[in-house]
């Protein structure tokens, strides 16, 4: 033992005394040490938001930026990946249930933080619209969109459907199951504009000449894309983010990106 001051601190083999509280250290277990001892990292992701997940519906094989990240985050755990398939309406449900980490174009939100922990935000954007590029100009701001002949399409659950409830109200918000190919609505006339993350609009843009991507670089808004986590994780929390930031400096990340993005 050892006296400090007027209180004494005794030390045992598997606990520590901390504010007066006795706390067993074999208790407490990170998912880190779950994921190296399963030797499994178990992912929760939509397969439906290009350029970060897609799932390929004759494959199943799973593609995108935060794809490729999780592989190689796997790999430097020396762990397989194992893929849960979700949706963005049960993205938490599942995630919370049955994932070690979510990705795949996951926006930060004060309602996703109450649930679960982010990662160090790995990208800054906000929503902007995509319509035909004769209509960019009929649609470059929210009092345009917010119209009763507007037809504005959205994928059910997510911030995208949120923002539109928020921001139309006056316009016709059409809310569409299949986030793969929400924007052939756009293409066949059965809508008129969507708005949605500005990373999203550059890649559809790219991907299908006769749509163009409104004022990208000038969003309605502003957020940060990152990766769910368990939330009081700071192990698990920690080696995510050190991996971040390696790849960011070693080009991993800018490997993923390239062939989304150029």
């Known amino acids: 033992m050892i006296l400090t001051g007027c209180g004494t601190w005794a030390e045992t083999p598997d606990k520590n005394t901390a504010l007066g509280q006795e706390v067993d250290v074999e208790s407490i277990?990170?998912?880190?040490?779950?994921?190296?001892?399963?030797?499994?990292?178990?992912?929760?992701?939509?397969?439906?938001?290009?350029?970060?997940?897609?799932?390929?519906?004759?494959?199943?094989?799973?593609?995108?930026?935060?794809?490729?990240?999780?592989?190689?985050?796997?790999k430097r755990l020396d762990v397989k990946v194992k893929y849960v398939h979700t949706s963005w309406k049960d993205l938490m449900d599942d995630y919370l249930s049955s994932c070690d980490?979510?990705?795949?174009?996951?926006?930060?939100?004060?309602?996703?933080?109450?649930?679960?922990?982010?990662?160090?935000?790995?990208?800054?954007?906000?929503?902007?619209?995509?319509?035909?590029?004769?209509?960019?100009?009929?649609?470059?701001?929210i009092k345009e969109i917010n119209q009763?002949?507007?037809?504005?399409?959205?994928?059910?659950?997510?911030?995208?459907?949120?923002?539109?409830?928020?921001?139309?109200?006056?316009?016709?918000?059409?809310?569409?199951?299949?986030?793969?190919?929400?924007?052939?609505?756009?293409?066949?006339?059965?809508?008129d504009v969507m708005t949605t993350d500005a990373s999203e609009t550059r890649w559809v843009a790219n991907e299908h000449p006769e749509l163009c991507a409104v004022h990208p670089d000038k969003p309605f808004d502003y957020s940060q894309k990152a990766y769910l986590l368990p939330r009081g994780d700071t192990a698990f929390k920690e080696y995510v983010d050190a991996w971040l930031n390696m790849t960011e400096n070693d080009g991993t990340y800018a490997k993923a990106k390239k062939p989304w993005f150029g």
Do not use: W
Not at 54 to 73: A, C, F, H, N, R
Not at 115 to 140: H, M, R
Not at 163 to 177: C, T
């Open 29 to 74: 277990n990170s998912r880190l040490d779950d994921v190296r001892k399963t030797k499994t990292l178990t992912v929760c992701t939509t397969g439906d938001y290009r350029p970060f997940t897609y799932k390929d519906p004759e494959t199943g094989k799973y593609s995108g930026i935060d794809i490729d990240m999780v592989q190689d985050l796997a």
């Open 101 to 141: 980490i979510g990705v795949g174009g996951v926006s930060i939100s004060l309602e996703r933080a109450e649930q679960a922990a982010f990662s160090t935000a790995t990208l800054d954007e906000g929503k902007t619209p995509i319509t035909l590029c004769e209509n960019v100009d009929k649609y470059d701001t």
């Open 148 to 191: 009763p002949d507007v037809r504005s399409i959205t994928p059910i659950g997510g911030t995208n459907q949120k923002f539109a409830e928020e921001h139309y109200s006056d316009g016709k918000v059409i809310a569409f199951e299949d986030n793969n190919t929400i924007f052939d609505e756009i293409i066949e006339g059965r809508a």
